[in-house]
Every structure is written in structure tokens, then in C-alpha cells.
């Protein structure tokens, strides 16, 4: 358990409790940085940081309740959320998540970054987002009062993306259609060839959703995590054409889907 003190709004200092992870855990923790408390054993001790010695480990703690959590002021989408947990839990956590976070310097920063492009191979897009992440994290640790500096600032990494995009011509796009001996495949392909719609929002789409009368589809939400959850972004929140050729194709496939016959909120693929 970690205890610290904060100022409320009205001017008084009042104690916290959060629980982050067991002794063992911070072994690589300065004796400078912590102290223990209490008479039990080392993993059930109450970590304590001294005045500007804030553990990295714990300000990642403070991050994702401030961003994550229902202190957010912002909330993030389920994927985005798992997505920068991934990046705290597999990298940041274990290059850094037992230093001091005030002792962390940014060229250590710089150096390892590279390093994951170097020897991970890592794209430098991926590399951005994580340090993006961890100067979030010292942004809320500095909100907090639990850090006064941010290392990250001046560290510099490439935003340039190495992806080449391959480009279907309507001839191969075809092609690729009449390879596909099922009618689900062939509805799913030349519905995303024909809205460019993200996975998660084709996998969303329901029967209701298309307006036949209209000529366009209906894009209110994705499916994320095994749920219906809000589009990516706002302005993803909308509609789509519907081609002549896809609506006659997806009449087709709904004549013989399974779920013909149910109500118009059955899934559309």
C-alpha cells in the first residue's frame, strides 16, 4: 500500500491510500527513495515515498485513474484504453517502473527508445505513442505534485511511418471477390471495399442500419471487446453511401443469412 498526502481545495492536507503492488516488486528501489513501515513481512510493508521521490510504478497508478479512471476528464475509447495499458505493462513497467521517477534522466530516455527500433525493431510510430505515454505520465505526476519535472519533454523521437500502403484496383478487387466461394466472405469484402468502414464498425452494423430507401448506411457504433461501444470518433459518427451494386448484394446475402427471418437488430454480417 502507498500512503501520501495531497491539499484539498479547501487547504487542508488529508491522506491517501492506494494499493501498488508488493515490496518485491520495487527491489531495484534507492534506500533513499522509500522507506518501509510496519512490523509484517517485507510484502506486506507500506511503501512510503519521501518528498520528491516519486516511483515510476506509482505515478502510472496515478496516470490511469486520472486518464483512464472516473477522475477522467477526458474518458477513452475501450480499445485506446487497453492499448496504452499495453505499452505501461510490456514496456514502460519494466524499463522504469522501480526507478525514481525524478532521477530519470532524458537521455536514458533517448537511448532506450532507440534501442527498441535498433534491436526490437519496433516502428517509430509505436515508439512516438510510448513516449507520448510517458510524458502523460509525468504531466499527471506534475498535476498531482508528486514530480516537478518532466524528462520527456526534450527527448525527440521519428514520427515518419516505414508502412507502404498496397493499392487494389477495382479489376483485382473483383478478382479477389469471385475467389471467394462463400456469400459471407463476398458480403463482407465488398462492403468494406465499398464504404471503407473499419473492421470494428462493419462488425457493429445491423439490419436496421441500413436505409434501403435512403441509399446509405447508418454508423453509430463498433464492437470492441465483445460489446457495442461508441465509434472511434466523432466524426466517424455518421453515414455511408450505399451503392446500388452493394444494396443489391447485401439484399442477397440477407436472403440467405441466418438470421433472415429475425428482427432487423440482428447483426448484418
Not at 498531482?144 to 519535472?149: G, L, R
Not at 465488398?190 to 441509399?215: F, K, P, Q
Request: with cysteine.
Amino acid at each position: 500500500m502507498l500512503r501520501y498526502r495531497v491539499t484539498n481545495s479547501d487547504g487542508r492536507r488529508v491522506e491517501n491510500v492506494m494499493q501498488i503492488g508488493l515490496v518485491r516488486e520495487f527491489r531495484r528501489m534507492r534506500t533513499h527513495g522509500v522507506r518501509r513501515i510496519g512490523s509484517g513481512s517485507p510484502s506486506e510493508s507500506t511503501i512510503v515515498p519521501y518528498p520528491g521521490a516519486s516511483v515510476l510504478i506509482f505515478l502510472r497508478s496515478i496516470y490511469l485513474r486520472a486518464d483512464f479512471g472516473a477522475d477522467a476528464v477526458r474518458p477513452k475509447s475501450v480499445n485506446t484504453t487497453s492499448h496504452v495499458e499495453q505499452i505501461v505493462r510490456a514496456y514502460l513497467i519494466p524499463r522504469f517502473g522501480n526507478e525514481i521517477a525524478e532521477d530519470i534522466k532524458p537521455l536514458d530516455i533517448q537511448r532506450w527508445l532507440k534501442s527498441l527500433h535498433d534491436s526490437n525493431s519496433l516502428a517509430w510510430t509505436t515508439i512516438s505513442k510510448m513516449r507520448g505515454v510517458l510524458r502523460r505520465i509525468y504531466k499527471i505526476g506534475i498535476l498531482h505534485e508528486h514530480v516537478t519535472k518532466n524528462p520527456v519533454l526534450c527527448v525527440e523521437t521519428r514520427s515518419k511511418t516505414d508502412y507502404k500502403p498496397i493499392v487494389i484496383t477495382p479489376l483485382q478487387t473483383l478478382a479477389i471477390l469471385k475467389a471467394l466461394p462463400s456469400p459471407l466472405h463476398f458480403a463482407l469484402v465488398l462492403t468494406c471495399a465499398a464504404t471503407a468502414l473499419r473492421a470494428s464498425e462493419m462488425l457493429a452494423l445491423r439490419w436496421s442500419d441500413v436505409m434501403w430507401n435512403e441509399g446509405r448506411i447508418r454508423v453509430s457504433k463498433r464492437w470492441a471487446n465483445g460489446k457495442d461501444g461508441e465509434t472511434k470518433t466523432e466524426a466517424s459518427d455518421g453515414f455511408v453511401p450505399l451503392h446500388p451494386i452493394l444494396a443489391a448484394h447485401l439484399r442477397s446475402w440477407r436472403e440467405q443469412s441466418p438470421t433472415r427471418r429475425m428482427e432487423t437488430s440482428c447483426s448484418l454480417l
